[in-house]
């Protein structure tokens, strides 16, 4: 059983910062991707940045230059700082990883319960 836990959502005034942090659980043999989902009110889920485990990265454009995703692997943690927050990115935040849970079973992908942000004055 693997879990996803997040951390870090608030609320915040425009301009702002915050940190997300998720830290994954469980019955763990490989961790491929790890990366940060948001899915706003009335609006479909969307990516917001990923990072391989490689350590390439890959962002949404309406957050480049804006946040950032690192990875501590000995943790099994992935965080997403997020710097110069505007009201557009009000969303549930969900924590997203590809999972392998022993050798011979192949990635499989889990979720986070989510996270909420606020970006209000």
């Known amino acids: 059983q693997v879990q996803l836990v997040e951390s870090g959502g608030g609320l915040v005034q425009p301009g702002g910062s915050l940190r997300l942090s998720c830290a994954a659980s469980?019955?763990?043999?490989?961790?491929?991707?790890m990366g940060w989902y948001r899915q706003a009110s009335e609006k479909q889920r969307e990516l917001v940045a990923v990072m391989p485990s490689s350590g390439s990265t890959n962002y949404a454009d309406s957050v480049k230059g804006r946040f950032t995703i690192s990875r501590d692997n000995a943790k099994n943690t992935v965080y997403l700082q997020m710097n110069s927050l505007k009201p557009e990115d009000t969303a549930v935040y969900y924590c997203?990883?590809?999972?392998?849970?022993?050798?011979?079973?192949?990635?499989?992908?889990?979720w986070g319960q989510g996270t909420q942000v606020t970006v209000s004055s």
């Open positions: 469980g019955t763990i043999f490989r961790i491929n991707v």
């Open positions: 997203n990883a590809y999972i392998k849970t022993d050798w011979a079973r192949p990635m499989s992908a889990y």
